[in-house]
């Protein structure tokens, strides 16, 4: 009797701990999504002191900025997913290669200039001492995505070696 007592509250441990994971990991869904972008304009508007008709403006000409990342993050990820689908074929020509490689690379260019331009609205709508805090904000991020992208330094830890170089 002890047995099935101890694994039944096993089981319902189990139960309640996969529930909590399922809920926080797939539930939840991407972690971008309206409320992180609200949570980036609040931050802007903050941290560069907007007054009223300042924030006014910048939400009025924001509005749409958001839903146009996210279409062009999907047509991205549905071109890759063509692209890597075509790992499973026997035969691959280069051509298909380098069109759908073409296309990411348009989608993802127009994403740089809608990002660029969102910037460009944003220091347009600030005044002198605005757009100097601005410029730093801007520069801190750009470093630390940049860090972001680099692999941890050597530091002499045995089993991490580059790459051997390519043949010519």
Same mark, same amino acid.
């Given at each position: 009797?002890?047995?099935?007592?101890?694994? %039944?509250? =096993? =089981?319902?441990?189990?139960?309640?701990?996969?529930?909590?994971?399922?809920?926080? %990991?797939?539930?939840?869904?991407? +972690?971008?999504?309206?409320? *992180?972008?609200?949570? $980036?304009?609040?931050?802007?508007?903050?941290?560069?002191?907007? /007054?009223?008709?300042?924030?006014?403006?910048?939400?009025?000409?924001?509005?749409?900025?958001?839903?146009?990342?996210?279409?062009?993050? /999907? /047509?991205?990820?549905?071109?890759?997913?063509? =692209?890597?689908?075509?790992?499973?074929? /026997?035969?691959?020509?280069? +051509?298909?290669?380098?069109?759908?490689?073409?296309?990411?690379?348009?989608?993802?260019?127009?994403?740089?200039?809608?990002?660029? %331009?969102?910037?460009?609205?944003?220091?347009?709508?600030? $005044?002198? *001492?605005?757009? *100097?805090?601005? $410029?730093? =904000?801007?520069?801190? +991020?750009?470093?630390?995505?940049?860090?972001? $992208?680099?692999?941890p330094p050597r530091d002499g830890i045995e089993g991490h070696r580059p790459p051997p170089p390519r043949p010519n």
């Open positions: 009797m002890k047995k099935n007592t101890i694994l %039944y509250v =096993l =089981l319902i441990f189990l139960i309640a701990v996969n529930g909590f994971f399922l809920f926080n %990991y797939i539930g939840k869904g991407n +972690a971008k999504g309206p409320r *992180e972008s609200q949570q $980036n304009k609040e931050f802007i508007i903050e941290e560069l002191g907007f /007054d009223a008709s300042q924030i006014k403006q910048f939400r009025k000409k924001s509005k749409g900025h958001h839903k146009t990342m996210m279409q062009m993050s /999907d /047509d991205v990820r549905k071109l890759k997913d063509q =692209l890597f689908g075509t790992l499973s074929n /026997d035969i691959v020509s280069e +051509a298909t290669i380098d069109s759908i490689s073409n296309l990411i690379c348009e989608k993802e260019k127009e994403k740089e200039k809608e990002i660029f %331009y969102h910037f460009k609205m944003i220091r347009d709508i600030a $005044n002198e *001492e605005q757009r *100097e805090k601005f $410029n730093n =904000l801007l520069l801190d +991020a750009l470093r630390k995505d940049d860090r972001g $992208n680099r692999p």
